[in-house]
């Protein structure tokens, strides 16, 4: 789905209505992404970014140079969704595509990689799917 469309970036989304302040919050208008950020309000927002995205060719260099320029600096304090406000704030197009249906499972610590490895064995995330 990520590489359908000619967007500068495709970012996956689950739809979702449920969420609070942990999730990376996409706020969406049509299929077009207006900004991201764990502080937007949740009910305003059309979904989770799930960390998975297709950079298009023109937006490489604008997004790589930013990260450079970030870690020349010190900035350690970002997530790449920032940067990818930064291009959405400089006017490339950066569009949502709806995960839908398709498993998936935030892993960022030892407990989340052993309650994903637990879903696997036990049929209700597969990973082939």
């Known amino acids: 789905r990520l590489d359908e469309g000619d967007a500068d970036l495709t970012v996956a989304v689950e739809h979702r209505t449920d969420m609070g302040e942990e999730e ?8 077009r992404v207006r900004a991201f950020g764990k502080g937007l309000d949740p009910r305003k927002s059309y979904g989770e970014s799930i960390g ?8 490489c260099g604008p997004l790589f140079e ?54 696997v064995r036990s049929g209700k995330l597969d990973p082939a799917a």
Not at 24 to 31: F, Q, T, Y
Not at 52 to 59: L, N, P, T, Y
């Open 24 to 31: 990376m919050k996409a706020l969406v208008e049509g299929d």
């Open 52 to 59: 998975m995205a297709r950079i298009g060719e023109r937006a």
């Open 66 to 119: 930013k990260l450079s320029r970030a870690f020349d600096e010190g900035t350690t304090n970002l997530y790449y969704e920032d940067v990818f406000n930064h291009l959405i704030e400089t006017g490339y197009v950066v569009k949502a595509v709806d995960i839908g249906a398709c498993p998936w499972i935030e892993v960022d610590t030892p407990e989340d990689l052993a309650h994903a490895e637990a879903l």
